[in-house]
């Protein structure tokens, strides 16, 4: 334990000193641009427009295709961390794990959210100072809700931008034996969007060094500025300069230049070691969606002798190069202290996954799986709108426009009866998938990501011992990475790791709540190395309306779904399934379920303890 602890302290320290040196010799990077050659209008980025027909592409006079209008869809961004961290099991058992965890998003994840956002949220700056355990130290010391930012982590360079002709902050530094030793704002300004750069003039002396400092912006007001380096040499108090002079990078469609990707190396090792969330972030998007994913690979602390590589793989997801699908012999691999940022158009509706495809049977094990869903063009068509008619324009999409009597692989067919079913019906506007006929409408969804832990295997993971692959067993059965009763409870769980700070290891909750009267999707997903998994639902049947991400339809148009008290998946499988509490006689306010496993031997720990897949299904 001596050597390890010494050895985790010398990784912190080369780490503390890579995050010292100049911004140019860092390699974290992240993007999210606000508009695209094929999202060109900055102001329907955020918010995807209604869908009212197919998005038209013409040839622009640069040969791309654009659209001639309304461009379905969004930008959405994300940024996670590839590192380590621990996991509190039902029965108190602390379980290390290689993961994946938040470094955009950080107070959605926390309270059960995806961590998904649009431009105007991921390109800001934090206001203040991110510290090692944030968000988990900051939530501990103010209370539920204090934290609310979901900014990217990190984000410096391309921030430095304000309104209006002149930011007008002004500052004055103070100079005693030759170096800078403190600076005071004069005058704060107004209207910055993020922190503008501070420029120091040269110093007198010739052979001297001119300083360096940070801006900190409160609400659009430069509050403070710290020296990052005090500079050698000056005689008088150097000129402070904060820029930049030009507004260039506001308006709807600024330059790509504004974009650089440039941020702070040292909070994204602050925040990301040891935060492993188990599932990893939770992503949401939108069909038509430009999705940017960016993933930060900041090394694994509690093993600063493996140098790890780390891919994001989004499972049975179709991508448009596989360039960008995390299989290394075919894409790349991030190495630590590296970042890569994977493109997605998002694809047909449905609920997918995702995971690590570095060495996948030891990381999937370790924990670096995580949970994606797409939610479909249909919840975008407006109030009024028959369903069957829209689902006919989507026929004509170049993206997804398929002929069910050619194309065995058609994933929408129109349904062969017209329920007349319109957007609005019966209070429904949210669906599983683009069905044309509501037989898909929910009221409230729940994740339920399916994983179990061998235990043997994490701990000579964490000891430096050979790993038994062949012995791989699991032990622990988790839903959403917690195991009864965990399961019922609220809030995110936190974990106190080895740097002394609390982190949310298991943030997403697995308790379902249904209002009375109402209906709640289940995306279930099963991410198990070793198993297959059972689920039952007792008192409630469960309606299957998707497998694998696919509407369960013929390509005649005829629904297969289907009603039943169990399901069983086995590892990269997912089903939707929809509990209907409408019948307020059989499913009564205040009404208890249970989701469980019937294999006995999966409702239990390691020693027969707390523990297992189970999980509490209450009508409100």
């Known amino acids: 334990m001596t050597s390890r602890k010494a050895g985790t302290l010398w990784f912190l320290i080369v780490l503390a000193?890579?995050?010292?040196?100049?911004?140019?010799?860092q390699s974290f990077r992240v993007q999210c641009p606000t508009s695209t050659i094929t999202h060109p209008d900055a102001a329907n980025t955020d918010v995807p427009p209604p869908y009212t027909g197919p998005t038209n592409l013409v040839p622009s006079s640069s040969g791309y295709l654009v659209p001639s209008g309304t461009a379905n869809g969004g930008i959405k961004c994300q940024q996670i961390s590839g590192g380590d961290g621990f996991a509190t099991m039902a029965d108190g058992t602390q379980t290390y794990m290689f993961s994946f965890?938040?470094?955009?998003?950080?107070?959605?994840?926390?309270?059960?959210?995806?961590?998904?956002e649009p431009p105007s949220t991921f390109n800001t700056v934090y206001p203040g100072r991110l510290m090692p355990g944030d968000p988990?130290?900051?939530?501990?010391?103010?209370?539920?809700?204090?934290?609310?930012?979901?900014?990217?982590?990190?984000?410096?360079?391309?921030?430095?931008?304000?309104?209006?002709?002149?930011?007008?902050?002004?500052?004055?530094?103070?100079?005693?034996?030759?170096?800078?030793?403190?600076?005071?704002?004069?005058?704060?300004?107004?209207?910055?969007?993020?922190?503008?750069?501070?420029?120091?003039?040269?110093?007198?002396?010739?052979?001297?060094?001119?300083?360096?400092?940070?801006s900190f912006v409160t609400n659009g007001v430069v509050t403070s500025i710290d020296i990052t380096f005090t500079g050698t040499g000056y005689i008088a108090a150097p000129t402070v300069t904060i820029g930049p002079t030009s507004n260039a990078c506001t308006g709807a469609n600024p330059p790509p230049q504004c974009f650089t990707g440039h941020v702070d190396p040292r909070p994204i090792e602050d925040v990301g070691v040891m935060n492993g969330n188990i599932p990893a972030p939770l992503m949401a998007i939108d069909e038509d969606d430009e999705f940017f994913l960016?993933?930060?690979?900041?090394?694994?602390?509690?093993?600063?002798?493996?140098?790890?590589?780390?891919?994001?793989?989004?499972?049975?997801?179709?991508?448009?190069?596989?360039?960008?699908?995390?299989?290394?012999?075919?894409?790349?691999?991030?190495?630590?202290?590296?970042?890569?940022?994977?493109?997605?158009?998002?694809?047909?509706?449905?609920?997918?996954?995702w995971h690590c495809h570095i060495t996948p049977p030891e990381h999937l094990q370790m924990g670096m799986v995580g949970q994606l869903y797409v939610r479909p063009r249909q919840n975008r068509v407006p109030t009024g709108g028959d369903l069957y008619t829209y689902l006919g324009y989507q026929q004509n999409d170049l993206r997804t426009a398929c002929n069910p009597t050619t194309d065995i692989l058609c994933s929408n067919p129109v349904?062969?009866?017209?329920?007349?079913?319109?957007?609005?019906?019966?209070?429904?506007?949210?669906?599983?998938?683009?069905?044309?006929?509501?037989?898909?409408?929910?009221d409230v969804e729940?994740?339920?990501?399916?994983?179990?832990?061998?235990?043997?295997?994490?701990?000579?993971?964490?000891?430096?011992?050979?790993?038994?692959?062949?012995?791989?067993?699991?032990?622990?059965?988790?839903?959403?990475?917690?195991?009864?009763?965990?399961?019922?409870?609220?809030?995110?769980?936190?974990?106190?790791?080895?740097?002394g700070s609390n982190h949310f290891s298991q943030p997403l909750s697995s308790l379902i709540n249904i209002p009375a009267g109402k209906k709640a999707l289940l995306r279930i997903s099963d991410l198990d190395v070793t198993e297959y998994q059972t689920l039952a639902s007792l008192g409630i049947p469960m309606h299957v309306i998707g497998y694998?991400?696919?509407?369960?339809?013929?390509?005649?148009?005829?629904?297969?779904?289907?009603?039943?008290?169990?399901?069983?998946?086995?590892?990269?499988?997912?089903?939707?399934?929809?509990?209907?509490?409408?019948?307020?006689?059989?499913?009564?306010?205040?009404?208890?379920?249970?989701?469980?496993?019937?294999?006995?031997?999966?409702?239990?720990n390691d020693a027969e303890n707390f523990g297992g897949l189970m999980t509490e299904v209450h009508i409100n």
């Open 415 to 442: 349904p062969a009866v017209n329920t007349g079913f319109k957007q609005g019906d019966n209070g429904y506007s949210k669906y599983a998938y683009n069905d044309g006929d509501g037989s898909t409408a929910y």
């Open 136 to 214: 988990a130290t900051t939530y501990d010391a103010s209370g539920p809700g204090s934290f609310t930012y979901n900014g990217a982590v990190g984000l410096a360079g391309d921030q430095q931008v304000f309104i209006g002709p002149d930011g007008g902050a002004t500052a004055v530094a103070i100079v005693t034996s030759g170096i800078v030793t403190d600076v005071t704002v004069t005058n704060g300004g107004s209207g910055y969007l993020g922190r503008p750069s501070v420029t120091f003039s040269a110093p007198e002396t010739p052979g001297g060094i001119t300083a360096q400092g940070v």
């Open 17 to 25: 000193s890579f995050a010292a040196l100049p911004a140019h010799a």
């Open 548 to 604: 694998n991400a696919k509407l369960l339809r013929d390509q005649a148009g005829n629904n297969l779904d289907y009603y039943t008290n169990s399901i069983t998946l086995a590892g990269g499988e997912s089903l939707d399934v929809i509990l209907d509490a409408s019948d307020t006689t059989k499913f009564p306010p205040g009404s208890v379920f249970y989701l469980y496993t019937p294999n006995l031997d999966h409702l239990s």
């Open 294 to 353: 960016t993933l930060s690979n900041v090394g694994m602390i509690m093993r600063p002798d493996l140098f790890e590589q780390h891919t994001v793989h989004f499972h049975g997801y179709p991508n448009a190069s596989a360039f960008f699908d995390g299989v290394p012999d075919a894409s790349v691999a991030i190495n630590i202290g590296g970042s890569f940022t994977y493109y997605y158009l998002a694809p047909d509706a449905g609920t997918y996954f």
């Open 101 to 116: 965890g938040p470094l955009s998003g950080l107070a959605n994840i926390a309270s059960g959210q995806p961590g998904t």
């Open 446 to 499: 729940y994740p339920l990501q399916i994983h179990g832990f061998d235990p043997s295997f994490h701990f000579v993971g964490m000891t430096f011992n050979p790993e038994e692959f062949t012995d791989m067993k699991d032990k622990y059965f988790l839903l959403n990475g917690r195991s009864y009763p965990d399961t019922v409870t609220t809030g995110p769980m936190e974990t106190q790791t080895t740097d």
